[in-house]
Each structure stands twice: as structure tokens, then as C-alpha cells.
């Protein structure tokens, strides 16, 4: 590689070579001042600051890294920086920044202060697998990115030990994720065999030659599908999510709901889009090469996922859990946007993933608070918190009803977006079943609220006083809910410029 080229590439990853410095930067204090880590989440802070000043400037950017010197793959790269990674990517970041102000205010984090150095180090080796999970178009750069976010997220999930959960959650994370990385890892042989190549763009030229054997592509690309599944815990790929969710610190659990899932989703897209598009017509709608039923693949796992999700969700009495099930029914939500195969699709998954951020991170960082008081997540013991704790109580309700996508909040609004998809795409039945899905996940968030305002408690249930920093860190999740459930202008904008994939 020319080392100009090689100068081009490194500029276009500026934010992943700020994530490593500060890594790098972590372990070093974490070694030399053995006795004083306070500094250490700090520096955390500031790398994550820094990483995100380059992802705004990449909004404006666009390209390939990582050519190799062939006449091939001139216009190609292992990495594509466009404006639909970089908006990702920020979504990742931003969770990033308030898992670590989660992190300030978890008992269960400060008992294991001594090893917050490995805490951060293992964040940010998730982070930067995250961040080339993205923007990867290369199946050996997404495999060894998943990789990367997966092994970090072993590790954290049963980071804590105090609790025998913990360390089941993570050997329960293991297994399924080596099953799943194995399957993948086979797919990723198979099209390298049957194609010559792994650069998507490449494989998108050569899979419409007619003399590809269609069944042996097929049956790699749904063993592809089986590890992006497991990243997005859509079903079948879910079983580990339930029990990972309880399991693991909550702060853990609530980075895994949103940051995990949307660089899974972005993989998922720009995979579909950049491998199997031939082009888009005047409509927005995606013209597939007909080498694969994308359609039908994704509409089946949108409705198991989002059914299975809600159903289970009704039987749950940890509420931990039961926001694991209603983040795998959400998974099959986001999936609708994808199943139209159009712009107007991705723009609502976009919208979407915005918003899911701010609820679900708000749901979690409320349990967390609570939990740190009374040392339980069950929803029993939530009787009459609505008079005890009425902020915490108060800010948990409007979560859960933004949850449910019920006005005038802001999750109305991306589920809104989703069903104008569904309709444009004249997939009125799959709305329907949406709608239906809808409906029954109200039963079970307002479930938590009959027993916060409606159940008398057995025996008094204390105070939950919040410091004022973890209130500004609720109302930094909550006011935006309401705001973008009443003006969401801004968002849809941003949405709409963030559609771009380049090489489309």
C-alpha cells in the first residue's frame, strides 16, 4: 500500500485511532497508579469527547480506507466512511458517554473499583468492534470486529461477580456466541469459495453472473445472518439475551440493549444494501439481485422476533428481564424498516434507533437507581413507588410509555415513521401484525405502573433519593423523549441526510 493512500486511510479512521490511543492510554494508568483509579473513568470520558469530535467531522466526509494497490479494487476499501456509518457511529458513542455516567452511579461497579482500569479497557474494546462493525466492508473485517465486540462483552458480563448470575451470564454468552461466530465464520468460507473475494462490493458485481450454484450461496448467507442475528437478538438467536440481561451489571446490560444492537443493525443494512442492490429506482425502493429472498427472510424473523419477544415479556416478574424481551421485540420492530427494502425504510429505522437510545437507556439508568436502594429488580417490589419515589417513578412511566410508542412521546414518533414505511410499501398486513404486537407489549409496561401506583405495598417501601447529578443524568434522557415526541423536525432531518451508503 502507497503511503499516501495509506495517510488517506488512517484519516478516514481518526475515530477509531482515538478510541485505540485512549485504550492504550487506560491500561497504562491502570498499571502505573495501582492504588489512585480515580482518574481513570475521566480519561474514559475524554477519549469517548475526542472519538465523537471526529465523528461529527465525518458527516461531511465520504470514502474508502484500506485499498489495496490493484486495479480491482480501486474504488473499493475494507473500510467505507459514509454518512449512514457516521451517524451509527454516533448513536454508539453517545450511549457510550452515559454508560459511563451510569457507571459513576452503580453500587455494583464501585464495589469492584479496584479493577475499573479492566472496566473501561474492556468498554472501549467493544467500542472500537463496534465502531468496524459499522463501517466494514470487508467479511474478514466484520468478522474479526464482531469478534472483537463479542470476547470484551464475555468479559464484562460477568465482570462484577457478586452474584453466581453474573458468571452463568457469561458462560451462557460464550457458548452462544461461539456457536453463532462458528456459523458465521462457514458462511464467510463458503461465498469466499464460491466467489473469490470477501469485499462486498466485489461480491455484489459477481453475483450476478447466472452461473453461481444459488443453493450453496443461500445456505451461506442465512449462516452470515445467524451471527448478525445473534448481535441484533432477533429470533431464533435470542435464547442467550433473557438471561445475559439479568445476569450481567446493569450498566452492561443496557450498553449491550442499545450500542450491541445498533452496530449489528448497521452491519445488517450495509450488508443487505452494498451486497445485494443493483440499484434504487425513483420510489427509494431497493431492486435486489435476484440471488436471495431477502424479503421473505426478514419479514419471518420480524414477526417471530417481535411475537416472541412480547409474549415472553408477559410472564416476567424481574424487570430486568422483562426489558431483555421487550428489547428483543424492538429488534423486531427496527427489522419492519428493513423488510420494505426502501429509503423510506431506513430513514425509520434511523429514527428509530434515536429514540430507542433515549428511552431504553433512560428504562435502565431508573432500575439501576431503584436497584442501588432497595437491591432488587422485581416487580413486586416496586409496590408504591409512585408515592415513595414519585420522580424516579414518574421518569420510569414515561420510559415504559415511550416504550409502548404511545404520543406524545418520542417513541410514538419512530414507530410513526415505521408504519408510514410499511404502508408506503404496501405491506399492510405486516402492519397490522405490528399494531397487534404493539397492543400486547402495553399490557406489560403497564403492568410496572399498576404496581407503582395502583398496588399497596406489603411493608413500607423506602425513599429512593437520587444525588443531583444522577437526576440531571435522568432529565438528559427524559426531556428529549418529550420533545422529540412534539417537534422531531430536527431528527427526521438528520435521518433523511443519513441514508447515504456509498457506492449506492
Known amino acids: 500500500m502507497e503511503l499516501s493512500n495509506l495517510s488517506h486511510s488512517l484519516n478516514l479512521i481518526l475515530p477509531e485511532l482515538t478510541l485505540s490511543i485512549a485504550l492504550v492510554v487506560l491500561v497504562i494508568f491502570d498499571l502505573v497508579f495501582k492504588h489512585n483509579k480515580k482518574i481513570i473513568p475521566y480519561i474514559a470520558l475524554l477519549g469517548l469527547i475526542a472519538a465523537s469530535f471526529f465523528i461529527i467531522k465525518q458527516f461531511s466526509l465520504s470514502g474508502f480506507a484500506f485499498s489495496p494497490n490493484s486495479e480491482s479494487y480501486r474504488n473499493y476499501g475494507m473500510v467505507t466512511i459514509d454518512q449512514f456509518g457516521s451517524f451509527f457511529k454516533l448513536i454508539v458513542i453517545v450511549a457510550s458517554i452515559i454508560i459511563v455516567f451510569f457507571s459513576f452511579a452503580s453500587d455494583e461497579i464501585k464495589k469492584t473499583f479496584d479493577r475499573i482500569g479492566e472496566y473501561y479497557a474492556l468498554i472501549f474494546g467493544m467500542v472500537l468492534g463496534m465502531l468496524f462493525m459499522i463501517s466494514a466492508t470487508d467479511l474478514i473485517l466484520i468478522y474479526l470486529s464482531l469478534e472483537l465486540l463479542s470476547l470484551s462483552s464475555y468479559v464484562l458480563a460477568g465482570f462484577t461477580k457478586l452474584r453466581e448470575r453474573n458468571s452463568e451470564a457469561s458462560l451462557k454468552y460464550l457458548i452462544y456466541g461461539a456457536v453463532s461466530s462458528g456459523l458465521m465464520l462457514f458462511g464467510i468460507s463458503l461465498v469466499y469459495g464460491l466467489t473469490g473475494t470477501t469485499n462486498l462490493y466485489l461480491i455484489n458485481s459477481l453475483i450476478q453472473i447466472p452461473h453461481l450454484n444459488l443453493y450453496t450461496f443461500a445456505f451461506a448467507i442465512i449462516l452470515i445472518f445467524a451471527g448478525i442475528g445473534y448481535k441484533i437478538s432477533s429470533a431464533p438467536f435470542h435464547f442467550w439475551t433473557p438471561d445475559v440481561y439479568e445476569g450481567a451489571p446493569i450498566t452492561i446490560t443496557a450498553f449491550l440493549s442499545v450500542a450491541s ?166 405491506m399492510i398486513g405486516l402492519a397490522v401484525i405490528a399494531l397487534l404486537n404493539t397492543v400486547v407489549s402495553l399490557y406489560y409496561y403497564v403492568r410496572v405502573l399498576k404496581h407503582m401506583y395502583l398496588t399497596k405495598p406489603q411493608t413500607p417501601i423506602p425513599e429512593v433519593k437520587t444525588s443531583k447529578p444522577n437526576t440531571i443524568l435522568v432529565l438528559v434522557l427524559l426531556i428529549p423523549v418529550f420533545v422529540f415526541g412534539i417537534y422531531f423536525t430536527p431528527l427526521v432531518a438528520l435521518a433523511k441526510s443519513c441514508i447515504t451508503i456509498l457506492g449506492m
Open 261 to 426: 444492537k445498533a452496530a449489528g443493525f448497521a452491519l445488517l443494512i450495509r450488508f443487505v444494501k452494498t451486497t445485494f442492490v443493483s440499484y434504487i429506482d425513483t420510489s427509494g425502493f431497493w431492486q435486489l439481485i435476484q440471488v436471495f429472498d431477502w424479503k421473505t427472510l426478514i419479514v419471518v424473523i420480524s414477526i417471530l422476533t417481535m411475537t416472541l419477544g412480547n409474549f415472553s415479556a408477559l410472564w416476567q416478574d424481574n424487570l430486568k428481564r422483562m426489558l431483555a424481551y421487550s428489547s428483543i421485540a424492538h429488534a423486531g420492530y427496527i427489522l419492519l424498516g428493513l423488510a420494505t427494502l426502501s429509503n423510506q425504510g431506513l430513514i425509520a429505522m434511523l429514527i428509530y434507533f434515536a429514540v430507542y437510545l433515549l428511552m431504553n437507556l433512560g428504562a435502565f439508568l431508573v432500575v439501576m437507581l431503584i436497584a442501588n436502594k432497595i437491591n432488587s429488580e422485581q416487580i413486586d417490589d416496586y409496590d408504591g413507588l409512585g408515592y415513595s419515589s414519585p420522580f424516579l417513578a414518574a421518569s420510569l412511566a414515561i420510559f415504559l410509555i415511550s416504550l409502548t410508542g404511545l404520543p406524545p412521546t418520542a417513541g410514538f414518533i419512530g414507530k410513526l415513521y415505521l408504519f408510514v414505511a410499511l404502508v408506503d410499501a404496501n
